[in-house]
T-cell receptor, first 113, second 112 residues
Framework: DTGVSQNPRHKITKRGQNVTFRCDPISEHNRLYWYRQTLGQGPEFLTY????????KSRLLSDRFSAERPKGSFSTLEIQRTEQGDSAMYLC???????????FGQGTRLTVV | SQQGEEDPQALSIQEGENATMNCSYKTSINNLQWYRQNSGRGLVHLILIRSNEREKHSGRLRVTLDTSKKSSSLLITASRAADTASYFCATGAGGSNYKLTFGKGTLLTVNP
């Protein structure tokens, strides 16, 4: 069990640029989640995959956001035309089938300047 | 939207003292979990309590759940400086996706 891995750990980008983050879940976990956390707040749910299928998207996920999980393994979260309001910590988590305990990665901190 | 509210928002204690954090939530739940987050890092799962349970222990942690009041508490006994972190409660509404709804957290500082 190597844990959930997220890359990069930090990303600074100029407003209007596109960014992509990667999450590698624990290998036997079939569920994968993306959360966003701003300073002083708890994480907020963005989207969820079961295997390769994206089954739920939050209203927080605007059209500029897209997430994929090809082949049900790693996942990517892309933000197009970044805005300063996108600055946040993006957290990935995975869960084993039938369990609620979530294992989180270390997060990707995005700063849009 | 945030489901729960942790209380207090910040708590500062001396090493060896007990720390109690409270969480209130709004809707019916299937389970409630507590997570810890060290500054700038990911979250670590601490304990899960199901809606049909009232109390649960894990090491120095004790969690209670009162579904009639829609509230939970986390007690950390004999605190250590290493317990300094933010603590979040998270509720799961059930169903098949296990997505979590978090509160805003309690920042615990344990002074050596």
């Amino acid at each position: 069990d190597t844990g959930v891995s997220q890359n990069p750990r930090h990303k600074i980008t100029k407003r209007g640029q596109n960014v992509t983050f990667r999450c590698d879940p624990i290998s036997e976990h079939n569920r994968l989640y993306w959360y966003r956390q701003t300073l002083g707040q708890g994480p907020e749910f963005l989207t969820y995959f079961q295997n390769e299928a994206q089954l739920e998207k939050s209203r927080l996920l605007s059209d500029r956001f897209s997430a994929e999980r090809p082949k049900g393994s790693f996942s990517t979260l892309e933000i197009q035309r970044t805005e300063q309001g996108d600055s946040a910590m993006y957290l990935c988590a995975s869960t084993r089938t039938g369990t609620a305990e979530a294992f989180f990665g270390q997060g990707t901190r995005l700063t849009v300047v | 939207s945030q489901q729960g509210e942790e209380d207090p928002q910040a708590l500062s204690i001396q090493e060896g003292e007990n720390a109690t954090m409270n969480c209130s939530y709004k809707t019916s739940i299937n389970n409630l979990q507590w997570y810890r987050q060290n500054s700038g890092r990911g979250l670590v799962h601490l304990i899960l309590i199901r809606s049909n349970e009232r109390e649960k222990h894990s090491g120095r942690l004790r969690v209670t759940l009162d579904t009639s009041k829609k509230s939970s508490s986390l007690l950390i006994t004999a605190s250590r400086a290493a317990d300094t972190a933010s603590y979040f409660c998270a509720t799961g509404a059930g169903g098949s996706n296990y997505k979590l709804t978090f509160g805003k957290g309690t920042l615990l500082t344990v002074n050596p």
